[in-house]
């Protein structure tokens, strides 16, 4: 086989890239090892940035979104007790953000790229990429029949996420440096049949940790609570958990409506960014080049981000034979990633207990969220970066 730009990983980096360079007349093959039941049924959270939601409208993949998903104009901050709104909407000229889960959004892609007749290989074996250093980098790997393939490319992008392969392509001691927090809490998170338990998302810092009060659809809403890395599913049995859930929120102006729990897991958190995000004629993006901590409602918005940019500047090197955005790719997309790994570190450090806090930080910590919340600068800083900056 032969194409244009050649992508591993068919997430929301691979697929929107895919599906925006189609719209720009050039080809692309995506490989996945994932089977596609796999992508589609793995459930993800989704906050999407008006950028983010914009893009999918002006594209054509909007049409479910605006029927399922939910917008989104403001966000609760709770603490001491009572809820502080974050007028987004207000503060930042009309932007907003919508729930959409992030398997929602790679059904509508996948659905769009097999609807356009868009090679997408799911189930694949054995994936190597090899000579991203000459003019014609080539992807190998055993389709979903056991099929050797070989791919012939003139680019090669990584999109396969944290567990990558293709960042190790770019050489650790010569070349890429890697930038790394681990923290020393987690998230438990559940899905649970049952009304919402808010009309908006509830940010909760509490005493005991840190919560999360979050939907998904009028019958299945997603919640999480701080936990130990170390804690095990099986030592939340579901009356611990709505115990724990109405102890760190429940109160004046909030109630936590209970339901069947069925998905618990634990999410561990770090922040990491690899630079540089290219490498010959390899390009990375997504989650394959950096992760943020969950608090800022960053991952999904940040990879599509990334394939904005990545995108015009392969479109500016099949339309113009100019190379000049492709070199600019990795400083041009870590504006951004920097900008969003600072805003996701200060909201997961204004909200989570700390292990080693002391009571001088407890009551720094609250003097901060009454700062952003009593102070129009405060909440705009906030509003701003949570419904996200233009697409660059």
């Given at each position: ?6 992508i ?11 599906h ?7 080809e692309s ?7 596609r ?6 459930i ?8 983010t ?37 207000g ?6 953000v ?53 791919l012939?490319?003139?680019?090669v992008v ?31 998170g ?5 009304p ?22 009028p019958s ?19 009356d611990?958990i709505?115990a ?7 109160g004046?102006d ?11 897991s ?11 995000m ?26 599509i ?6 995108s ?15 070199e ?6 870590l ?8 805003f996701s ?11 080693e806090a ?22 705009t ?12």
């Open positions: 086989m032969r194409t244009q730009v050649g591993v990983g068919a997430g929301p980096a691979g697929l929107m890239l895919s925006l360079l189609h719209l720009s007349g050039i093959v995506v490989v996945d090892i994932r089977t039941q796999d992508i589609e049924e793995t993800k959270a989704g906050v999407l940035e008006q950028g939601r914009d893009l999918m409208t002006e594209t054509g993949l909007g049409a479910r979104m605006a029927r399922e998903g939910s917008v989104h104009r403001g966000i609760q901050l709770r603490f001491n007790g009572r809820n502080h709104r974050i007028d987004l909407y503060l930042t000229g009309g932007r907003a919508t729930v959409y889960a992030q398997h929602e959004v790679l059904k509508d892609l996948i659905a769009a790229r097999l609807g356009a007749d868009g090679q997408v290989h799911f189930g694949a074996d054995d994936v190597r990429v090899d000579d991203v250093l000459s003019d014609d980098p080539v992807i190998t790997f055993a389709d979903a029949e056991g099929r050797p393939q070989r012939d490319c003139d680019f990584g999109c396969d996420g944290s567990r990558t392969y293709t960042r190790s392509l770019v050489p650790a001691a010569s070349v890429r440096r890697d930038y790394f927090r681990q923290y020393p809490f987690a998230w438990f559940i899905l649970a049949e049952a919402p338990s808010s009309e908006e998302l509830i940010y909760a810092r509490h005493e005991r940790g840190f919560a999360l009060i979050s939907t998904r659809s299945v809403q997603r919640l999480y609570f701080q936990c130990d890395p170390a804690d095990a599913v099986e030592a939340w049995p579901d611990r709505w724990e859930l109405d102890a760190r929120v429940s004046e909030a109630r936590i409506t209970p339901g069947r729990i069925f998905q618990k634990v999410l561990q958190f770090r922040s990491f960014v690899c630079e540089p290219q490498y010959g004629r390899l390009f990375l993006a997504g989650d394959a080049a950096h992760t943020v901590p969950p608090t800022g409602a960053k991952g999904m918005n940040l990879a981000a990334d394939v904005h940019v990545l015009r500047a392969l479109v500016g090197y099949y339309d113009r034979k100019s190379t000049e955005l492709l600019a790719y990795t400083s041009t997309v504006r951004r990633v920097w900008r969003a790994q600072h570190y200060w909201m997961t450090s204004m909200l989570h207990r700390f292990p002391s009571e001088f930080d407890l009551r720094r910590q609250l003097a901060e969220l009454e700062a952003v919340t009593s102070t129009k600068s405060g909440a800083f906030l509003a701003g970066n949570y419904v996200g900056s233009p697409l660059d």
